[in-house]
């Protein structure tokens, strides 16, 4: 079954620090995997997308990672900021009929 | 550029009334359009999927007589809520596609709230 699971459910880091919030997959064929940004109340933002043969993505002070093999990825936050609280979700494409599939999110606080 | 608008941004309506959502692209010409739910604190769970001019496609579990979907235009997509009820109070998100293998982009979401 086609499943995408986010770890940590949620996290509370302080402003300024980094953190790393994780995704494991089981979509198969693969095609691309997509990190979103949520604020509470709004639609998601799309922040990065990485096909099969890429394996980091930057966007700002959001890196995403992908290791294909392993069918892992990570969005990693640098200095965080209070705006950067919201839910972060990873989403994986299906090969072929490009169906996503969804993760449950993590859900990130900043405190000051 | 790709920007995707929804209206309204937040509607209470009476149990048994129903409740119509627009989705529009404003820049760009959606070929496909995605409607999404979300409950607090889950993920978004896909609907239905719509192609101008043709009919929605439900996924499982979704009743196509109660949430119809109306994809008129290639920047207008119409999703309407008939006889709605309590529980299907929540959050609904569209998003659009030039094609089905791009990239989605998503509306800000509809605040749906049944009394």
């Known amino acids: 079954k086609n499943q995408v699971e986010q770890s940590p459910q949620s996290l509370i880091i302080l402003e300024g620090k980094n953190c790393t919030l994780q995704?494991?997959?089981?979509?198969?064929?693969?095609?691309?995997l997509r990190w979103y940004k949520q604020d509470t109340g709004r639609g998601p933002v799309s922040l990065t997308i990485m096909t099969f043969s890429e394996n980091t993505k930057s966007n700002g002070r959001y890196t995403a990672t992908l290791d294909a093999d392993t069918k892992q990825s990570s969005l990693h936050i640098t200095a965080s900021q209070l705006s950067d609280s919201a839910s972060y979700i990873c989403?994986?494409?299906?090969?072929?009929?490009?169906?996503?599939?969804w993760g449950a999110g993590t859900k990130l606080i900043i405190k000051p | 550029g790709a920007v995707v608008s929804q209206h309204p941004s937040r509607v209470i309506c009476k149990s048994g009334t129903s409740v119509k959502i627009e989705c529009r692209s404003l820049?760009?010409?959606?070929?496909?359009m995605f409607w999404y739910r979300q409950f607090p604190k889950q993920s978004l769970m896909l609907m239905a999927t719509?192609?101008?001019?043709?009919?929605?496609?439900?996924e499982q579990g979704v009743e196509k007589d109660k949430f119809l979907i109306n994809h008129a235009s290639l920047t207008l997509s119409t999703l309407t809520v008939t006889s709605a009820h309590p529980e299907d109070s929540s959050f609904y998100i569209c998003?659009?596609?030039?094609?089905?293998?791009?990239?989605?982009?998503f509306g800000p979401g509809t605040r749906l709230l049944v009394l």
């Open positions: 719509s192609n101008e001019g043709s009919k929605a496609t439900y």
């Open positions: 998003s659009a596609t030039r094609t089905s293998a791009e990239t989605q982009y």
């Open positions: 989403v994986v494409s299906e090969g072929g009929n490009y169906q996503l599939i």
């Open positions: 820049d760009f010409q959606a070929t496909t």
């Open positions: 995704c494991n997959y089981t979509v198969s064929p693969f095609s691309n």
